[in-house]
């Protein structure tokens, strides 16, 4: 070994001596701290107890300062809810209701009285419902003598309304189409009266009879009940009202200006092309020399 080496170990050996003293110092310093800590548990909990002391009595004298200014307040006449405390509720607000998705309930109100629903008998009906026989068919339509109708005479019956979608519309027999005729044709001219107003053109107009629908009716629109019985627009009395629509129409003010006014432009035309005209028109075409 050279003479190195051995300086070497001996520094190291020397190092690891001081290293063990310090740790025994610092062991023995915490142990002493820790031994005075446990001699004097009296000063810790004396001081904890006291500190608990002071904060009952600060509650306490906080609720009772509150109190007596409350009482106070409704001496005087004052409104509580007008106060500067406030006071949180402790009860949070009911929470709404949540829907199971249930088809119906059990209970079912109607008004005056209470019906109770029953799953199981639901089910039941609808299984059973679905194995139910079908309704009997209804009785053969019998004609005036008793017998059951037939296929040409249901077919007549059919072509003399235009069905329930329709409102049962009938067909007009042959024999009124001619005074059916006259009461549309006044509803199509219903243009003249009112140069204002526009109306389309009627599919069938300007064909005569053959021009009309094959179903439809003329009726008369019923008056609506006043609270007091009092004329109004909709509800005139029977002493203004006229015999046909036509003479309602006209006997608006200004259609029947409007309706003069025409009347007489038709009769200048006419006069001029009638009777006794033609020598009139002769005179104009001679010579004035």
Known sequence: MS???????????????????????????????????????????????????????????????????????????????????????????????????????????????VKLRDPDVDKAEKAASCFAPAPPLPPAELNKDGAPLTKKQKKELRRKTAGPDWFDLPAPLESELPRLYREVEALRLRNQLDPKRFYRKDEGEGRGIKGLPQYFAIGTVLPTETPFGTPSIDNIPKSHRKRTIVDELVDDAEAKSYAKKKFKNLQGVREAKGK??????????????
């Open 3 to 113: 003479p190195l080496s051995a300086k070497s170990k001996g520094k190291q050996k020397a190092s690891e001596d001081e290293i063990k003293e310090e740790d025994e110092f610092s062991s023995s310093e915490s142990s002493s701290s820790y031994s005075d800590s446990d001699s004097d548990p009296s000063l810790t909990s004396g001081d904890e107890s006291s500190d608990d002391d002071v904060g009952k009595k600060l509650e306490s004298s906080l609720k009772k300062a509150i109190k007596d200014a409350a009482r106070e307040k409704a001496a005087n006449g004052v409104d509580q809810t007008e106060s500067d405390i406030i006071i949180l509720d402790k009860k949070l607000p009911p929470l709404p209701r949540l829907d199971p998705g249930i088809s119906s309930t059990y209970l079912q109100l109607d008004g005056q009285r």
């Open 276 to 289: 006794n005209t033609l020598a009139a028109k002769k005179m104009l075409r001679k010579p004035k020399w």
